[in-house]
């Protein structure tokens, strides 16, 4: 699996190959909001933090990129990388006003 750990080091975020991302807290681990991608198959993705930790960024068995905002919990945007391919790796570089994810 990989987890990602916020800026202020309060919060991090897995994979959690039920049914998305999970954020929890970092002192107690307690789930604090699911970002549901309905993922079908069971295999290990990487999910970051982007915009000074305000989306979350990850991976998909789709051959997509989701994007949440973190804090709402709503899907902001879908990425498309390829079709019906796994994306695994994901990172995510702040320029300015805009982001890059890969």
């Known amino acids: 699996g990989h987890a ?5 080091q309060t919060l991090f ?12 807290r970092l002192d107690d681990a307690a789930c604090i909001r699911t970002y549901n991608t309905n993922p079908v198959k069971t295999f ?5 933090f982007g915009e000074k930790t305000d989306i979350v960024v990850g991976g998909s ?5 989701y ?16 079709d019906k391919t796994r994306v695994q790796t994901v ?8 982001f890059v994810s890969v």
Do not use: C, Y
Not at 13 to 24: P, Q, T
């Open 44 to 48: 290990p993705k990487q999910v970051v």
């Open 61 to 65: 068995d789709a051959g997509v990129v």
């Open 13 to 24: 975020l897995i994979d959690n190959v039920v049914n998305g991302f999970s954020l929890h």
């Open 67 to 82: 994007v949440f905002d973190k804090n709402e919990g709503t899907l902001k945007q879908v990425l498309r990388h390829a």
């Open 4 to 8: 990602s750990v916020d800026i202020a």
């Open 91 to 98: 990172t995510v570089r702040h320029f300015h006003s805009w």
